[in-house]
């Protein structure tokens, strides 16, 4: 294959990577007493200049007819709006079930592909995405430690953000088809911006809030990695397949093992070691 035809691959694994990288640090500003939801505060303004500099690429001359707004504004709704539901979630249910569920959303986008855009692929990457899909699940799982959930709010919000990011995924690639990756990019950082006053709104001020360098600093260092690698994962959906693509980023969390146990010597148990073993033989699989 030539190297044009991967450069896919290229942005699919740096995406993989910085995502890998920022969640094995950002539970620093969180534990330090910095909420979750300021640190997507912090997120969604690390996406400015990110998009500045996507503007840049292409001369400041982003797509702004009405279906090119839509578009880009649905995939910053979708993701944005999807991990403030997410928080919600973990607010009312048990951690250990809502992230492995939620981390198969790439199966919603799989279907999309395959049906609306006409995706294929061999014997070869269709047994990649199922290997992916299961490590995925293995690399999410939570040890049960959660109690005291009640009622079924946390479910309900749990569906709507995997079919949220799922759709995402899809409508990213779709857009790919008639506007630049910068302009997508661009119009997802507006939408994430857009939705601070939610995020502002969940938080709880009446808490002690950390506001030194652990806190809001930090976490625009760690979230930029974040940002970063979702300008990427747009590049890696305009030259490669949403249903090989999205699953691969998926296994992000085994970067995150690795450096967990280098950095913190945390010794992953036997569900991830599973996940670990299983991310590395879809990668290879995904990536031929």
């Not at 909420?35 to 797509?63: D, F, H, N």
């Not at 198969?104 to 047994?127: A, D, M, N």
């Amino acid at each position: 294959m030539k190297l044009k035809n991967k450069k896919w691959l290229l942005f699919a694994l740096i995406t993989t990577s910085f995502w890998g990288i920022w969640g094995a640090f950002i539970e620093i500003p969180e534990k330090a007493g910095f909420p979750a939801t300021l640190g997507y505060t912090v997120w969604a303004l690390t996406m400015i200049p990110c998009s500045l500099v996507a503007l840049y690429i292409i001369k400041w001359q982003p797509e702004k007819d009405l279906k090119s707004i839509l578009l880009g504004l649905a995939v910053g709704v979708l993701g944005a709006g999807g991990q403030l539901l997410l928080f919600e979630a973990l607010r009312h249910g048990p951690a250990y079930i809502v992230f492995p569920f939620i981390s198969l959303f790439p199966v919603v986008t799989i279907f999309l592909s395959v049906t609306f855009l006409k995706e294929r692929s061999g014997l070869r990457q269709w047994i990649g995405i199922a290997f992916a899909l299961i490590a995925i699940f293995f690399l999410s799982y939570q040890e049960p430690s959660e109690t005291g959930f009640t009622g079924y709010k946390w479910l309900l919000l749990s569906v709507l953000v995997f079919i949220m990011w799922g759709i995402q995924a899809y409508i990213m690639k779709f857009a790919n088809r008639t506007m630049k990756p910068e302009s997508i990019f661009m119009y997802m950082a507006i939408a994430a911006v857009i939705l601070i006053p939610f995020a502002l709104w969940m938080t709880d001020f009446s808490q002690q809030i950390n506001w030194g360098f652990k806190g809001p600093y930090l976490a625009g260092i760690i979230h930029i990695l974040n940002s970063v690698g979702a300008l990427t994962l747009v590049y890696a959906l305009r030259d490669g397949k949403a249903m090989i693509v999205v699953p691969m980023t998926g296994l992000s969390p085994l970067i995150t093992v690795v450096l967990s146990l280098i950095v913190y010597a945390v010794v992953p148990g036997l569900m991830l070691s599973i996940g670990l073993f299983i991310a590395v033989v879809a990668i290879l699989l995904l990536s031929d």
